[in-house]
T-cell receptor, first 107, second 116 residues
Framework: DAKTTQPNSMESNEEEPVHLPCNHS???????IHWYRQLPSQGPEYVIH???SNVNNRMASLAIAEDRKSSTLILHRATLRDAAVYYC????????FGAGTRLTVKP | NAGVTQTPKFQVLKTGQSMTLQCAQD?????MSWYRQDPGMGLRLIHY???????DQGEVPNGYNVSRSTTEDFPLRLLSAAPSQTSVYFC???????????????FGPGTRLTVL
C-alpha cells in the first residue's frame, strides 16, 4: 500500500495561514488524496480531497504537486478550533491512517 | 438524521469476557468499517463491509468478528477480551460502491474500551 509521510507536529498563530505538508512518493495514478482531521476526543472528520488539480472548499485548500508525490493542506486563517490531528490519506478501496500531524494554534 | 451512532460510549471488561460494540447509520450507506485507535496513534482498520451480507478483514482483524445483516447496522464482537484490545473504537460509513475512492467517510463518536 502507498504510504504517506507527515511531520509529527506543527504550530501556528491564530488568524495566520497554515501549510500542512504530506509526502506520498509511491502514489499510484488511481489514488485520491484525502485529508481528515480529528479534534480532541472526537472521531475524524472529512476536510478535503483531490486527484490532480488543486481543490478549494469552505474549510481549506489542497495543493497537489504536478508529479503528485506531495500535497499541502492550506488553512487560510487558523482558528483555535482548528487545533487537531490532521491526516493525509491515499484512498483506494479502504482508508489507512498514519500518525498524522498534530497542529497547535496559539492565540 | 443522526449520522453514525455508537453504543456504548464507555465500557470496562475483564480479560476473557465477550461483548458487542454497536454501530448504526441512517444515511443508507453501503460501506461501513471499524477502526481502533491506540493512544498517540492513528486509526487502524479492523473490518469493513461493502454491503449487507459482505464483510472483509482490515489490518488488525484478530480477536474481532463482524456481520452485516442490514444496511443500517454493523456490530463488532470481541470474542474473548484481552488487555491489548484496550483502545478507542470508531465506526465509519460512506456511500461506497464504485465511487469509493472519492467517498467521504462519516465517523461515529467512538467507544472507549478498557480491558482489565
Amino acid at each position: 500500500d502507498a504510504k504517506t509521510t507527515q511531520p509529527n507536529s506543527m504550530e501556528s498563530n491564530e488568524e495566520e495561514p497554515v501549510h500542512l505538508p504530506c509526502n506520498h512518493s509511491t502514489i499510484s495514478g488511481t489514488d485520491y488524496i484525502h485529508w481528515y482531521r480529528q479534534l480532541p476526543s472526537q472521531g475524524p472528520e472529512y476536510v478535503i480531497h483531490g486527484l490532480t488539480s488543486n481543490v478549494n472548499n469552505r474549510m481549506a485548500s489542497l495543493a497537489i504537486a504536478e508529479d503528485r508525490k506531495s500535497s499541502t493542506l492550506i488553512l487560510h486563517r487558523a482558528t483555535l478550533r482548528d487545533a487537531a490531528v490532521y491526516y493525509c490519506i491515499l484512498r483506494r478501496w479502504d482508508m489507512r491512517f498514519g500518525a498524522g500531524t498534530r497542529l497547535t494554534v496559539k492565540p | 438524521n443522526a449520522g453514525v451512532t455508537q453504543t456504548p460510549k464507555f465500557q470496562v471488561l475483564k480479560t476473557g469476557q465477550s461483548m458487542t460494540l454497536q454501530c448504526a447509520q441512517d444515511m443508507n450507506h453501503e460501506y461501513m468499517s471499524w477502526y481502533r485507535q491506540d493512544p498517540g496513534m492513528g486509526l487502524r482498520l479492523i473490518h469493513y463491509s461493502v454491503g449487507a451480507g459482505i464483510t472483509d478483514q482490515g489490518e488488525v482483524p484478530n480477536g474481532y468478528n463482524v456481520s452485516r445483516s442490514t444496511t443500517e447496522d454493523f456490530p463488532l464482537r470481541l470474542l474473548s477480551a484481552a488487555p491489548s484490545q484496550t483502545s478507542v473504537y470508531f465506526c465509519a460509513s460512506s456511500y461506497g460502491s464504485q465511487f469509493v475512492s472519492t467517498d467521504t467517510q462519516y465517523f461515529g463518536p467512538g467507544t472507549r474500551l478498557t480491558v482489565l
